[in-house]
């Protein structure tokens, strides 16, 4: 079946530098969507992507979507503590059936 | 607050039991998904509803149940549980059956002893 790969697993930064997870597939993705899991916490949306070669951005984060539809890529500027958590991207399988199929995520760490 | 609910919070119970989890979706979505993550692992889609009807299943155990009432709220069934089913189980609801974010619930997390 469809399979949603993300690199990396873990990335540990220092406070200020910059921070992208990146996700693949074998086959070409229906629409992109991005979540942000904070410890103990539960996933949270950030963003849909639906377009090939789309760009949006959300203050320091930008969201891509490869030319192919193939690959995304979220990318962090200058992280901050608050940027803690893990990143899991997703895409429904299937087209008609509504699996959203997630990555298993990029944890990312901040030492301040 | 997402607006998903999710009862209970916390369930400890033994081997070989069943217990019944419950989401009540965002007021207005129609569908409810259902998620399992494992420690650090990531989320293993379970099975999705539809105003009622089931309309995706992923990779669930036939031990594992589920169903969406008239009211939109579902349940998750697990039976005959194994040490490896403990985990934290999510639901998510959305307004349409295919697209659109996902509002997740807190989830429960399910201790089997």
């Known amino acids: 079946g469809q399979q949603v790969m993300q690199i990396p697993q873990y990335q540990h930064v220092q406070e200020g530098e910059d921070f992208t997870t990146y996700c693949n597939s074998s086959?070409?993705?229906?629409?992109i969507q991005w979540y942000k899991q904070r410890p103990g916490g539960h996933p949270v949306f950030l963003i849909q992507?639906?377009?090939?070669?789309e760009v949006k951005k959300q203050k320091r984060l930008t969201f891509q979507f490869g030319e192919a539809k193939k690959n995304s890529s979220l990318h962090i500027t200058a992280t901050q503590t608050t940027d803690v958590g893990t990143y899991f991207c997703?895409?429904?399988?299937?087209?008609?059936?509504?699996?959203?199929?997630f990555g298993k995520g990029t944890k990312l760490s901040v030492k301040p | 607050d997402s607006g998903v609910t999710q009862t209970p919070k916390h369930l400890i119970t033994a081997t070989g039991q069943r217990v019944t989890l419950r989401c009540s979706p965002r007021?207005?979505?129609?569908?409810v998904y259902w998620y399992q993550q494992s420690l650090d692992q990531g989320l293993q889609f379970l099975i999705q509803?539809?105003?009622?009807?089931?309309?995706a299943k992923g990779n669930i155990l036939e031990r594992f149940s589920a169903q969406q009432f008239p009211d939109l709220h579902s349940e998750l069934n697990l039976s005959s549980l194994e040490l490896g089913d403990s985990a934290l189980y999510f639901c998510?609801?959305?307004?349409?059956?295919?697209?659109?974010?996902?509002?997740f619930g807190e989830g429960s997390r399910l201790t089997v002893l």
């Open positions: 998510a609801s959305s307004v349409r059956g295919l697209g659109g974010e996902l509002f």
């Open positions: 509803y539809y105003n009622g009807e089931e309309r």
């Open positions: 992507l639906v377009k090939s070669g």
């Open positions: 997703a895409d429904y399988y299937g087209g008609s059936q509504g699996n959203l199929i």
């Open positions: 007021s207005g979505d129609l569908s």
């Open positions: 086959t070409t993705l229906s629409n």
